[in-house]
C-alpha cells in the first residue's frame, strides 16, 4: 500500500506496511482470494470444486481432503507475508525519493537533459580535478543550466553532500540547531539503480562527539536539498558512493568547532583507504540563493525590473567576495556575516561545508582551495528550459515578485 505524503509541491511515495495487512492475509480464504484477484485461478477453482464433490462421497477421502487444503492454505499465506515483510524491509533500507516533480529519476530522460545541456552549452572550468563544489537544489527545468557545468567536471568515488535542512523539516524534527544530521539508510534511490552509501558516514558515527550530530531518517525523507544532487552526480559518476550530512542553524563559532572535528575524521578516513582529493572524493554543498519577493517577505529593493537586477548583483557580488579565489577560515567568517542579509537556502550548508572541505584538504594535502564562480542565474532570468516530455515539472511559479537566484561554484588544488 502507498500512501502521498503532505500537501505542497516536494511530495513523495511512502511504504505503508501494517500488522494489519498481516493479519487481514492469514485470515483469508486462500482459493476465494485468488478468485477476486485474477481470472484463471477462479477456472482452477471451479474445476476442483468439481473434483471435491467427486472424491466427497469416496470413503476416507474427506479427512486427507481438508488435510491437504489447510497446509496449501497455510503455505500460501506464510508466503505472501513473507514477501510483503520483504518489501517492507527494503523500503525502509532505501531512502525514498522526496520530490518526484522537480527532479529527474528517469534514466532515459536524464541522458536527454544531459545531451541537451551539452549541445546548447559552452563552459570552461579550471584545469585539474574538482575538489568541492556549490550546486543549485532548485527544479532541473529552471537550473539545469546552472548545475551542468559544475557536474560535468566532476569524476569521483565518494562523494560528501552538505545539505539545507529547510524549515518544513525543521518543524517536523523539533526544529534542533548547532549539530549534524546523519542517517541510517542502507541506500539512497538513485536514477539508474540505487546509490550506495559510504563507509564514511559510519566512520564518522563512530568517531565524532555525540554532542556533534544525531541520526534522523525522518530529517533526510523529508529534505530535498541533498536527493537534488543525485542524479546529475550518479549520471558522470555511475558507482559513486554517498555521505549525506544536513547542516542545522548555528553560530560561526560552532560550525568551526564541529568542522575542525569533522575534517579530521575525513581526513583519517582518506588516509586509511588511500583517497585523493579530487580524484577519489568530492565535497559538495548545496545551495540555492536569494529567495527573492512578497511571498518570502524579502524585497528591499521593491518588485520590479530594477529590483531584480540591484538583488541578482547583491548575490553575485557575495559569491565573488567570499566564494571565489583562495579561500580561508577569515572568508567564510566574514561570508555568514554578509548572508544575514539575504534569504540564501544555503546560510548554514555552504560556510559549514567550506569550513570542512579547507580544513580537510590542509590536513591531507598540505595545500588551499581555490574557487570559481561557474555560473550564476535565476528563476525569472532563466524561465523554464524548452525540453518537453522529460516527465519533469516546477514546483513554483516565477516572476518579479517570486523568484530564486542559484549558482555553481568549482574548488581546485591550488
Known amino acids: 500500500a502507498f500512501q502521498r505524503t503532505e500537501t505542497g509541491a516536494r511530495m513523495s511515495h511512502r511504504p505503508l506496511v501494517t500488522v494489519q495487512v498481516c493479519r ?66 527494503e523500503a525502509q533500507t532505501v531512502r525514498p525519493v522526496r520530490d518526484d516533480v522537480g527532479f529527474c529519476w528517469d534514466a532515459r530522460q536524464m541522458e536527454r537533459l544531459v545531451s541537451y545541456l551539452a549541445k546548447h552549452e559552452e563552459t570552461t572550468a579550471p584545469a585539474g580535478s574538482l575538489v568541492a563544489g556549490i550546486s543549485p537544489h532548485d527544479d532541473y527545468l529552471y537550473a539545469a543550466r546552472v548545475y551542468y557545468p559544475l557536474y560535468r567536471k566532476l569524476r569521483a568515488k565518494e562523494v560528501v553532500v552538505f545539505g539545507v535542512t529547510h524549515g518544513t523539516v525543521r518543524r517536523k524534527i523539533g526544529d534542533p540547531k548547532g549539530i549534524v544530521i546523519l542517517d541510517d539508510f542502507a541506500r539512497w534511490t538513485g536514477v539508474a539503480k540505487p546509490v550506495e552509501i559510504s563507509p564514511l558516514r559510519e566512520y564518522i558515527k563512530a568517531r565524532l562527539d555525540s554532542g556533534y550530530f544525531r541520526v534522523d531518517d525522518t530529517a533526510h525523507v523529508y529534505e530535498h536539498s541533498i536527493e537534488a544532487l543525485v542524479p546529475f552526480v550518479q549520471y558522470f559518476n555511475p558507482d559513486f558512493r554517498l555521505t549525506p550530512i544536513m547542516v542545522t542553524a548555528m553560530p560561526f563559532e560552532k560550525m568551526d568547532e564541529i568542522a575542525e572535528a569533522l575534517s579530521r575524521i575525513i581526513a583519517g578516513y582518506m588516509r586509511e583507504q588511500r583517497l585523493a582529493p579530487g580524484k577519489d572524493i568530492v565535497f559538495l554543498m548545496s545551495c540555492d540563493a536569494n529567495h527573492y519577493g512578497r511571498d518570502f517577505n524579502n524585497a528591499p529593493f521593491g518588485e520590479d525590473a530594477e529590483a531584480h ?106
Request: charged letters at 20%; aromatic letters at 8%; proline letters at 5%.
Open 24 to 89: 487481514w492475509l492469514l485470515s483469508m480464504n486462500p482459493p476465494v482470494m485468488f478468485c477476486q484477484c485474477r481470472e484463471k485461478p477462479a477456472r482452477k477453482l471451479s474445476a476442483s470444486i468439481q473434483w471435491k464433490n467427486r472424491t466427497d462421497s469416496q470413503p476416507g477421502s474427506n479427512g486427507s481432503r481438508i488435510q491437504l487444503e489447510s497446509l496449501m492454505g497455510s503455505m500460501v499465506r506464510v508466503c505472501m507475508i513473507m514477501i510483503i515483510l520483504g518489501m517492507m524491509t
Open 309 to 414: 537586477r540591484k538583488a541578482t548583483e547583491q548575490d553575485v557580488r557575495i559569491v565573488r567576495s567570499y566564494l571565489t579565489g583562495p579561500m580561508t577560515e577569515d572568508m567564510i567568517r566574514k561570508l555568514t556575516r554578509d548572508m544575514k542579509r539575504v534569504l540564501w537556502c544555503g546560510r548554514y550548508s555552504v560556510p559549514f561545508g567550506m569550513l570542512t572541505a579547507i580544513k580537510t584538504i590542509r590536513e591531507v594535502a598540505g595545500k588551499k582551495l581555490n574557487g570559481t564562480l561557474l555560473r550564476y542565474s535565476d528563476t525569472y532570468t532563466e524561465g523554464v528550459l524548452p525540453l518537453k516530455g522529460t516527465g519533469m515539472g516546477t514546483t513554483a511559479p516565477f516572476s518579479l515578485k517570486h523568484w530564486v537566484g542559484f549558482f555553481s561554484a568549482g574548488y581546485f588544488v591550488e
